[in-house]
């Protein structure tokens, strides 16, 4: 199946997603997270500002900086095909920005580099057993993870698992996804 395909039909599977069951794995996979010895670990932790019916980033961040993590979220300059990380620690820093993403605002923020950052959530459409993912078709996590070698970890509805992505050369696969029923160690 093309890349288009999957992307296409893995949406249609998390728009039917009803709101309770959507809650509730949100819930197991945010439990599951925080049972991590690497998010234990971890001092310094990329993510997404989640949107539509991704895994819920929200409680994530929130309990983050409650443990006194550096958060760092996305901020993308399309123009340029490139992305960076900058510093979070509330929501008057975030501006709407294309397809009503919210996104560091620069004025308000401090760049973080990819050696500062212990933790990296891949966010992603679908995912195979591998770590390989299809994201929204930007590339820009793959361009990022080129320069990046820390610890990468998706995480996914079960719906989200597929048998194979058809990855290419610059297809760089995350070491672990956290489902609500599992922890998938990737054998990348």
């Known amino acids: 199946m093309l890349k288009t ?9 998390l728009e039917s997603l009803d709101f309770d069951t959507y809650k509730k794995n949100c819930e197991r996979i945010n439990k599951r997270l925080f049972k991590q010895s690497f998010w234990q670990q971890s001092k310094t932790i990329a993510i997404t500002i989640s949107n539509g019916k ?6 994530i961040i929130q309990e983050a900086l409650k443990q006194n993590k550096r958060v760092a979220i996305p901020k993308c300059y ?3 095909k490139k992305m960076e990380f900058r510093t979070f620690q509330s929501i008057e820093q975030l501006e709407t920005v294309y397809f009503g993403l919210k996104e560091p605002v620069v004025s308000k923020t401090d760049p973080v580099s990819p050696d500062e950052i212990d933790l990296l959530l891949v966010p992603g459409i679908c ?4 770590g390989y993912r299809i994201g929204y078709g ?6 990022y993870l080129t320069q990046y ?7 996914a509805f079960e719906a989200q698992l597929v048998s194979c992505i058809p990855a290419e050369a610059h297809d760089v696969p995350v070491h672990q996804i956290l489902t609500e029923n599992e922890v998938i160690i990737t054998s990348e």
């Not at 395909?5 to 599977?13: A, G, I, Q, T």
């Open 78 to 80: 399309p123009g340029q």
């Open 127 to 130: 995912y195979d057993k591998n």
């Open 149 to 155: 070698s820390g610890l990468t970890v998706s995480l």
């Open 138 to 143: 930007g590339g820009y996590y793959d361009r």
């Open 5 to 13: 395909e999957l992307r296409n039909d893995v949406k249609r599977k």
């Open 54 to 59: 991704e895994v819920d980033t929200s409680l």
